[in-house]
């Protein structure tokens, strides 16, 4: 099982830059993909990007060019900065891991609220 860890969020100004970190433990061994969604309110929870084995990276339209998704497989850990930040970005973060038998787990949750 592994378990997860979620720091950075908070409040920016449109424009502006935060960055998302998430540390992994437990059975790190299984993990395969690492990545972060969101979730708006009133709206479903979304992929935002995320790094597969061999560092393959996946990011959303809406975020292309201005987040970065990076990963430490050493540490088991994975980052998100996000520059350029827009009002319609606001929404719960969540850290995920999918493992080699396609299960997830998923962070609490961290708060990102981008002001106009």
């Known amino acids: 099982q592994v378990q997860l860890v979620e720091s950075g969020g908070g409040l920016a100004q449109a424009g502006g830059s935060l960055r998302l970190s998430c540390a992994a433990s437990?059975?790190?061994?299984?993990?395969?993909?690492m990545g972060w969604y969101r979730q708006a309110p009133g709206k479903q929870r979304e992929l935002v990007a995320l790094v597969a084995s061999g560092n393959i990276t996946h990011y959303t339209d809406s975020v292309k060019g201005r987040f970065t998704i990076s990963r430490d497989n050493a540490k088991h850990t994975v980052s998100l900065q996000m520059s350029a930040l827009k009002p319609e970005d606001t929404a719960v973060y969540y850290c995920n891991v999918m493992d080699n038998w396609s299960r997830n787990t998923w962070g609490p949750g961290t708060q990102v609220t981008v002001s106009s």
């Open positions: 437990g059975s790190t061994f299984s993990i395969n993909a």
